[in-house]
């Protein structure tokens, strides 16, 4: 049984920054990668940004150079750090991991959180 708890969503004026806040609970299990992904009203949920065991990261095209995801082993957490925030980045952002079980990898979610980015 493993949850993911979420925190640090918000609303901010355009060019600011927020910092999202993850970490996983439950039974054994090994961290394959966490990530983040974000679901704006009409569109998809797309993934924003992943970290993997290994500390490669990945980011989408339109967070480069603004957003950095990391991650506190010790905690199982995982953050991302959003500067120079747009209105586009508005959307519902959902925490995401694969865990591996006694080798057996699942994926989970966390409840989301919104970001609202207005002036």
């Known amino acids: 049984q493993v949850q993911l708890v979420e925190s640090g969503g918000g609303l901010v004026q355009p060019g600011g920054s927020l910092r999202l806040s993850c970490s996983a609970s439950g039974s054994n299990f090994v961290i394959v990668s966490m990530g983040w992904f974000r679901q704006a009203p009409g569109k998809q949920r797309d993934l924003v940004a992943r970290?993997?065991?290994?500390?490669?990261?990945h980011y989408t095209d339109s967070v480069k150079g603004r957003f950095t995801i990391s991650r506190d082993n010790a905690k199982n957490a995982v953050y991302l750090q959003m500067n120079s925030l747009k209105p586009e980045d508005t959307a519902v952002y959902y925490c995401s991991a694969e865990l591996s079980h006694d080798g057996v990898i699942r994926r989970y979610w966390g409840q989301g959180t919104q970001v609202t980015v207005s002036s």
């Open positions: 970290i993997t065991s290994g500390s490669i990261t």
